[in-house]
């Protein structure tokens, strides 16, 4: 719109000497020019009050009041402005309406909430899978709706680089993968997915490894039982069978160690319940399992350094700590040559506490560290006959420290030798209690 500013104030004063005139007509000029001036606020008032009364209430009568001149112009700048604001709401609304629509359509359920975890909108799957109900949970705090302490955490801790599983809270037997992301003023989209079938697979997965390792145990002792009774009396053997019999128990033994570590690993996997329940006292563990250690070294005369900076307790099952522990200090003297040196180290900081088995042994090309702790994963498959492993100890350390909430690091360089960390949380640190003086 053209505003004319000065052709109304030109109408104005017109109609102010107009009225001057006509006062003058009369004898009475100043009057006249008065009559006017009253004439016009009081006019100006009026249409004021038109304004004022559209202003308190747009919606009621969509159009704007009608006048002429300076307050014309303006009723009919307000009211298309009205009108593009009525446009846009409507866009906007249908906008919502259709992101709406399409985030109910979807299975999987979607949660928006503040950065307290204020309950402010969610879609029709969330109701199913979490059991929240459209008319009482709006506002309310998520932690009251989801009370599993491991979700209060993700939630809190503000890393969601990885997603978390949990049961959901209406309906226990369904597996919910929750992934929470930041958008706006630190609000929360949390979408939580149903995994129950791939949980369920995985379980038998589990159930079948474990079974399948424990009815092979009792053939495989009793087969190797009789392979050493008759490697004790290879004398006795006619020459052509001494080769294969020492071969046969040293496969069987080998078959022994895997069926053993397919046991702990599948018992660890769904052992999560007991790690909270005992404490440990690391630095006695590590020290016998340096005891153990340089028992294995035997001939290769391993240097071993144990360095223990924190003689705190550790909230943790004591017999899943000692397999982790030792698989890698026993890793490090199977990868260490002859006279090399491994180092133990214990210590915590405001991170938490850590275990390092650092050695001087043939190290890894780092292309192979991401999938060490994948099952039966090998760096150097040539290498694996002459140590004797199973493939399955760095599963095993990853698996356990999941169960205590920490993870595993990898620093190693072909030739340069490894060191493996141990990092758990420090909230499992307990102090000892003090000694009784008797
Ligand atoms: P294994 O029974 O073969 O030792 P692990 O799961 O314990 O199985 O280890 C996986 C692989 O990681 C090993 O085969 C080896 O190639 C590599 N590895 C583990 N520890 C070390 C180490 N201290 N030095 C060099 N390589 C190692």
Request: net charge neutral.
């Amino acid at each position: 719109m053209q505003y004319n500013w000065s052709r109304h104030l030109r109408l104005i004063i017109a109609f102010l000497i107009v009225c001057t005139v006509a006062g003058a007509f009369f004898g009475y000029p100043i009057y006249g020019l008065t009559a006017g001036l009253i004439g016009y606020l009081w006019w100006t008032l009026v249409q004021a009050k038109r304004l004022y009364h559209w202003l308190g209430n747009p919606g009621g009568t969509s159009e704007a009041p009608q006048s002429v001149g300076l307050w014309g112009d303006i009723f009919d700048s307000l009211h298309k402005l009205h009108q593009n604001h009525l446009h846009l709401q409507d866009r906007l609304r249908a906008r919502i309406n259709r992101v709406q629509e399409s985030t109910n359509a979807m299975r999987d359920g979607v949660i928006m909430t503040d950065a307290n975890g204020t309950m402010e909108w969610w879609n029709g799957s969330a109701e199913y899978l979490l059991g929240f109900r459209r008319n009482t949970d709006r506002g309310q705090y998520i932690h009251n709706l989801i009370r599993t302490p491991a979700f209060k955490a993700y939630f809190d801790a503000r890393d969601y680089r990885e997603s978390l599983e949990i049961h959901s809270p209406a309906k226990p037997h369904i597996r919910l993968q929750i992934q929470i992301s930041l958008f706006g003023d630190d609000d929360r989209l949390i979408v939580a997915k149903d995994v129950t079938r791939l949980y369920q697979l995985e379980q038998m997965r589990r159930d079948f490894v474990g079974n399948v390792s424990h009815e092979m145990r009792t053939p495989l002792t009793v087969i190797s039982g009789y392979l050493e009774t008759l490697v004790d009396n290879a004398d006795e053997l006619p020459p052509k069978w001494r080769r294969a019999v020492n071969t046969m128990a040293q496969q069987s033994s080998r078959m022994e160690a895997l069926i053993t570590d397919l046991i702990l690993l599948s018992k660890i996997e769904t052992g999560e319940q007991t790690v909270n329940d005992t404490v440990t006292d690391v630095e006695a563990l590590i020290r016998q399992i340096c005891h153990d250690a340089s028992a294995l070294s035997g001939d290769k005369q391993h240097e071993f350094s144990v360095n223990i900076t924190d003689h705190r307790l550790l909230k943790g099952d004591e017999s899943q700590l000692r397999s982790a522990f030792s698989n890698l200090v026993f890793n490090a003297v199977k990868y260490t040559p002859a006279k090399g040196h491994i180092t133990v180290t214990w210590s915590a900081n405001r991170e938490g506490a850590h275990l390092s088995v650092r050695d001087t042994g043939i190290g890894i090309d780092p292309v192979h560290i991401p999938r060490l702790t994948e099952r039966f994963y090998r760096a150097d498959p040539s290498r694996h006959k002459e140590t004797g492993g199973t493939g399955l100890g760095l599963a095993i350390v990853k698996h356990v420290l999941l169960n205590h909430d920490g993870n595993l690091e990898i620093r190693s360089r072909i030739g340069d030798g490894s060191e493996f960390i141990c990092h758990l949380p420090r909230e499992r640190l307990v102090e000892r209690a003090p000694e009784k003086v008797s």
